[in-house]
């Protein structure tokens, strides 16, 4: 199984990206789904995460700007970045993970959004 991520570009602040992930496989339902960042030099943070119930959360950074949303029909979760500022810079990755019972971690392989001033 592999996660895709797209939807990265280069914005200008204040602008608008929509980031898409998608398993390349069949999965079992995951227990969360959730996107994380690196900018450069830095290390991996977490961005906001929904769980299989719907329930979201969000780093402070991006609450309010920020709407993360997942297909539990096709395990397919979105990022919904608005307002950008040029401190969202980085690779933003993907992250799904089912515990228990068949339990597994899958990383998408990243994509880049770059927010100019």
């Known amino acids: 199984v592999q996660l895709q991520a797209s939807g990265g570009g280069s914005v200008q602040t204040g602008g608008s990206l929509r980031l898409s992930c998608a398993a390349s496989g069949t999965i079992l339902a995951p227990t969360a789904m959730t996107w994380y960042r690196q900018a450069p030099g830095k290390q991996r943070e977490f961005v906001a995460t929904v769980s299989s119930g719907g329930v979201t959360n969000y780093a402070a950074s991006v609450k309010g700007r920020f709407t993360i949303s997942r297909d539990s029909a096709k395990n397919t979760v979105d990022l919904q970045m608005n307002t950008l500022k040029p401190e969202d810079t980085g690779v933003y990755y993907c992250?799904?993970?089912?515990?228990?019972?068949?339990?597994?971690?899958?990383w998408g392989q990243g994509t880049l959004v770059t927010v100019s001033s």
């Open positions: 992250n799904v993970v089912r515990l228990g019972r068949d339990q597994y971690n899958y």
